[in-house]
């Protein structure tokens, strides 16, 4: 049915969360996941955090280098947060039992060094919970 002169849709910017639980190594869910905050923030729609949980932890890690030939996620992932001041977060139990520690945790565990990637931070999993109270979506990539 066409529509009558003059008449326009508004398109309301919606409040998204991911949560993401592929290893970028091991899945296409962390890339996925990357490119899909890319296309909803371009979009105009709003990314309140992004929660990495199970073997999605991996995202974080500052001490992966993939070969030149394949995409560096964690590198994806913090040139987005240096873009558009995100909130990712790292389950912190999923973490420890990884091996992706931040300096106090290293520290606190007698590690002898830290390996969280700059703009990624440890939390626990009250901030996904948070994620899916305040978005109006919660998008999961990975199993």
Request: aromatic share 8%; glycine share 8%.
């Amino acid at each position: 049915m066409p529509r009558p002169a003059g008449h326009f849709t508004i398109w309301q910017s919606m409040k998204f969360s991911l949560a993401v639980y592929g290893a970028p190594h091991a899945s296409q869910s962390a890339a996925t996941a990357l490119r899909f905050a890319r296309a909803l923030l371009a979009a105009g729609h709003e990314l309140y955090r992004v929660f990495f949980y199970c073997d999605g932890v991996h995202n974080g890690s500052a001490l992966s280098a993939p070969p030149q030939d394949e995409a560096d996620i964690a590198e994806g992932w913090q040139a987005l947060q240096r873009a558009h001041k995100l909130d990712l977060v790292v389950c912190i139990a999923a973490a420890q039992r990884r091996g992706v520690l931040n300096s106090s945790e290293a520290n606190r565990l007698e590690k002898p060094a830290a390996n969280l990637a700059e703009g990624f931070e440890l939390a626990g999993l009250g901030q996904l919970a948070d994620a899916a109270v305040n978005s109006d979506r919660l998008i999961t990539f990975g199993q």
